[in-house]
């Protein structure tokens, strides 16, 4: 024997009303108990709501797209009596009793820096999985970093309430463990908060069937854009298509980074009568043997930065060398006596003493472009090499800092950009950047600024040149110089004025030392 029942959409957390966007069965499915029935996206989170129940869908109630709250009617399923048996066997079984306790602990965002809304890239952990304290569970990324984020506690994932790019802030809801405690089912329950993770209704109301109005994934009509409230509601606001945007989230989901890229290009195209041309698709394999390497995530995030600088940032290049005989001498007199100097800080030293001359160049255009904002902090971005690709830590206070102090702080954070620990708020608040090639080689390169910093200094490898002081040709160590600026901001004559000073800085060891 069996009967029909209705599935209501359960308690979701604080929503008044939140859009279906996948329906993942249909008519004639069978489905066991906890079998996701459909997806619901809020401006916030997306979740898969359960079936609490097993048996067959003999109707869908919503459509793709539809606004619904906590009461609606999802989903008419048959079912059976041995089923319903055992389904309500079940939930007196679970009545809260005293046993070898558990509780179940949430998993929050913790603080990343100063980041408002941060992307979900990757979910490393599925529900069942076994983790210890200190496991990485998700990966997230901003538009300068990718961090993942490990558990604070040990034990089994029992719910994960966030999806593939899914924008997270401090303080969200990240999944749910169940980890081992002294207490009992029901007070674990209760430590639990609230959020927006659905759960399995308590009752089910007996059936309203309604005609044609089933609807599954496979009908959704060509054009409909799969994106969250959020997004649709800046596309009207910016009288965008969403059908004519192509998505590059998950299923092809419709990101904010698209719809902004999508509407960059038609303004572009229609200030200036042509965007930029693409280079041409050309099948490498027609030539000879080839082999596929994805970017790492390193260098998918900065190649975006570094094209954003580029093609906003009108660039001026200039070109020095520097006699460092001095500065090379006192190097090598401390590293005798134990004390490793790399040429890096005493150039950094070099740079603020120059940038306290220069404030211009300790600077960022605001957001009008017709003001200055002048630093007077002293940190500096150090362009660092790693398996994964270039990232920029920052050093701070470098003007309150000695020699020693640098070389030690330099090799720490070495260290960690290596090993992929650096946080968010390690690679903020520089006022002036350094890239140096001097361990690699070259004469000499062209840095790109690294907005929204109005300068950055390039370092290639010192190398002795016959140098001419008046009578004779003397060996001279020489280091070449190159120095990047934004010509909105530095002139020719004031990035030559800054190069000068610089110069004489690096020549006199002891302008350093004071």
């Known amino acids: 024997m069996s009967s029909i029942k209705n599935i209501e959409l359960p308690d979701i957390g604080d929503f008044d009303e939140v859009e279906v966007i996948e329906i993942l069965v249909s008519?004639?499915?069978?489905?066991?108990?906890?079998?996701?029935?459909?997806?619901?996206?809020?401006?916030?989170a997306s979740m898969e709501?359960?079936?609490?129940?097993?048996?067959?869908?003999?109707?869908?109630?919503?459509?793709i797209g539809d606004k619904i709250k906590q009461g609606d009617s999802l989903i008419s399923l048959e079912i059976t009596q041995e089923s319903e048996e055992?389904?309500?066997?079940?939930?007196?079984?679970?009545?809260?009793?005293?046993?070898?306790?558990?509780k179940i602990v949430p998993v929050m965002v913790p603080d990343i820096g100063d980041f408002d809304e941060v992307e979900v890239i990757e979910i490393l952990v599925s529900v069942g999985d076994e983790l210890n304290e200190e496991d990485s569970i998700i990966t997230l990324e901003s538009d300068k970093a990718s961090m993942e984020i490990p558990?604070?506690?040990?034990?089994?994932v029992s719910s994960i309430n966030i999806s593939l790019g899914d924008k997270l802030k401090l303080g969200d809801l990240i999944l749910e463990m169940q980890s081992s405690g002294t207490t009992q089912t029901e007070a674990a329950v209760k430590e639990a908060p609230s959020a927006p993770t659905p759960t399995k209704p308590a009752t089910v109301i007996a059936p309203t069937p309604t005609a044609n109005t089933n609807k599954s994934v496979s009908n959704v009509p060509a054009g409909d854009s799969h994106a969250?409230?959020?997004?649709?509601?800046?596309?009207?606001?910016?009288?965008?298509?969403?059908?004519?945007?192509?998505?590059?989230?998950?299923?092809g989901r419709v990101l904010d980074t698209d719809l902004k890229s999508y509407v960059k290009q038609i303004i572009t195209s229609g200030a200036t009568g042509s965007a930029i041309p693409k280079v041409p698709v050309i099948d490498f394999s027609k030539f000879g043997e080839t082999e596929l390497q994805p970017l790492s995530r390193i260098n998918k995030l900065s190649g975006k930065h570094l094209?954003?600088?580029?093609?906003?940032?009108?660039?001026?290049?200039?070109?020095?060398?520097?006699?460092?005989?001095?500065?090379?001498?006192?190097?090598?007199?401390?590293?005798?006596?134990?004390?490793?100097?790399t040429p890096l800080v005493f150039i950094m030293k070099a740079v603020i003493q120059a940038l306290k001359q220069h404030p211009r160049l300790n600077s960022a255009l605001d957001e009008s472009g017709e003001n200055l904002i002048i630093k007077k902090y002293f940190n500096l971005g150090i362009a660092m090499d790693t398996p994964n690709g270039l990232v920029v830590p920052v050093i701070r206070d470098v003007d309150q800092k000695s020699l020693s102090d640098l070389a030690s702080e330099l090799a720490e954070t070495s260290a960690k950009a290596r090993d992929g620990k650096l946080k968010p708020g390690d690679m903020q608040g520089a006022g002036f950047t350094i890239s140096s090639l001097g361990?690699?080689?070259?004469?000499?390169?062209?840095?790109?600024?690294?907005?929204p910093e109005v300068a950055i200094l390039g370092v290639s490898r010192s190398q002795t040149k016959p140098?001419?002081?008046?009578?004779?040709?003397?060996?001279?160590?020489?280091?070449?110089?190159?120095?990047?600026?934004?010509?909105r901001v530095i002139d020719g004559a004031q990035g030559g004025r800054f190069m000068a000073d610089l110069n004489s800085i690096l020549q006199d060891i002891r302008e350093i030392l004071l």
Request: with cysteine.
């Open 27 to 44: 008519v004639g499915d069978t489905i066991a108990a906890d079998d996701s029935i459909m997806t619901l996206e809020s401006d916030k």
């Open 467 to 487: 140098i001419w002081d008046g009578k004779n040709f003397v060996p001279t160590l020489m280091l070449p110089l190159a120095l990047s600026y934004d010509h």
């Open 307 to 341: 094209s954003a600088c580029w093609l906003n940032i009108p660039h001026v290049t200039q070109f020095d060398e520097v006699n460092i005989d001095q500065m090379e001498t006192f190097r090598q007199e401390q590293k005798a006596k134990g004390v490793k100097l």
């Open 49 to 63: 709501i359960p079936s609490p129940f097993a048996g067959t869908v003999t109707q869908i109630n919503i459509n």
């Open 228 to 251: 969250s409230p959020s997004i649709r509601k800046l596309a009207r606001e910016l009288g965008v298509d969403l059908s004519k945007v192509t998505g590059s989230g998950q299923k």
């Open 86 to 102: 055992s389904t309500i066997e079940e939930e007196e079984s679970s009545e809260p009793v005293a046993e070898t306790s558990t």
């Open 151 to 156: 558990t604070p506690v040990s034990g089994t």
């Open 439 to 451: 361990g690699i080689g070259g004469t000499q390169f062209t840095p790109i600024v690294n907005a």
